[in-house]
């Protein structure tokens, strides 16, 4: 399984869940696919499940999620991974486990995020 987080770079910076690849979700928007088209072949082969998040998974995670299947059927891949979203997103699994530094990652004095 790879977590896929879709949040800007700097807000990654405020705490993140090890291991999640980061990939703006700019990236899933924008009308040209080659960025979206080499990070599905380079980094996305071999795994059997994406799931991914952004701050809440509200907005960004779902609307990338989607923008991410469509374009796996739209290549015809074989073995496509199935795409999820986290429900709660990073600050939802940081709130249950961010005490647990195997699970996330967080800078020097904690998780305070810029959102409300």
Do not use: Y
Request: aromatic share 4%.
């Amino acid at each position: 399984m790879l977590v896929l987080d879709v949040r800007e770079p700097d807000e990654v910076a405020l705490g993140s869940i090890k291991s999640a690849l980061n990939v703006p979700s700019g990236v899933f928007k924008s009308d040209d696919k080659s960025q979206l088209d080499a990070v599905i072949k380079d980094k996305l082969s071999g795994f059997q499940q994406v799931v991914v998040h952004c701050h809440g998974s509200k907005v960004r995670g779902p609307t990338s999620a989607r923008a991410l299947n469509e374009r796996i059927k739209a290549l015809g891949l074989d073995n496509a991974p199935e795409v999820k979203v986290l429900a709660g997103g990073v600050e939802g699994f940081i709130n249950a486990f961010g005490s647990d530094p195997a699970l996330t990652v967080l800078p020097e004095g904690g998780w305070k995020p810029n959102h409300s």
